[in-house]
Nanobody, 123 residues
Framework: QVQLVESGGGLVQAGGSLRLSCAAD????????LGWFRQAPGKEREFVSGIDLSGGRIWYADSVKGRFTLSRDDAKNTVYLQMNSLKPEDTAVYYCAGGARLLSTTAVDYVYWGQGTQVTVSS
C-alpha cells in the first residue's frame, strides 16, 4: 500500500531550481511530522528538512539552509520542497518520510517512507 509518493525530481544545471512534492496518505499527513532525506551513491541517507503537523516548525540540515524551503498544504496532504541554487553535491535520490519525533534528523525516527525521486544537478 503506497502511503507517500514523491514527484518533481529531474535533471537541472547548477544554480537552477526544482520543486519536489510528497503526496501523503491522509492518515499519515494528519498524524506525523513529514520530512525529506536524500541518499547519494555510496553514501548514507542524510536528513534534509522536516516540518511538524501544524507547519509551524520547520528544520533544515545546515547544508541546505537558505537554499531549500519546505512547506505543507494540508488541503492536499502534500509537502513541497523548493530547492534553489542547486549544487552538484545535491545530486541524490530524495525520499519523503513520516515520523512522530519532532525535530528529528535521524532516519530511524521515521517510520513511513516513499520510493524516492532522483535529483541530478550537472556542473
Amino acid at each position: 500500500q503506497v502511503q507517500l509518493v514523491e514527484s518533481g525530481g529531474g535533471l537541472v544545471q547548477a544554480g537552477g531550481s526544482l520543486r519536489l512534492s510528497c503526496a501523503a496518505d491522509r492518515r499519515i499527513a494528519l498524524s506525523y511530522n513529514l520530512g525529506w532525506f536524500r541518499q547519494a551513491p555510496g553514501k548514507e541517507r542524510e536528513f534534509v528538512s522536516g516540518i511538524d503537523l501544524s507547519g509551524g516548525r520547520i528544520w533544515y540540515a545546515d547544508s541546505v539552509k537558505g537554499r531549500f524551503t519546505l512547506s505543507r498544504d494540508d488541503a492536499k496532504n502534500t509537502v513541497y520542497l523548493q530547492m534553489n541554487s542547486l549544487k552538484p553535491e545535491d545530486t541524490a535520490v530524495y525520499y519523503c518520510a513520516g515520523g512522530a519525533r519532532l525535530l528529528s534528523t535521524t532516519a530511524v525516527d521515521y517510520v513511513y517512507w516513499g520510493q524516492g525521486t532522483q535529483v541530478t544537478v550537472s556542473s
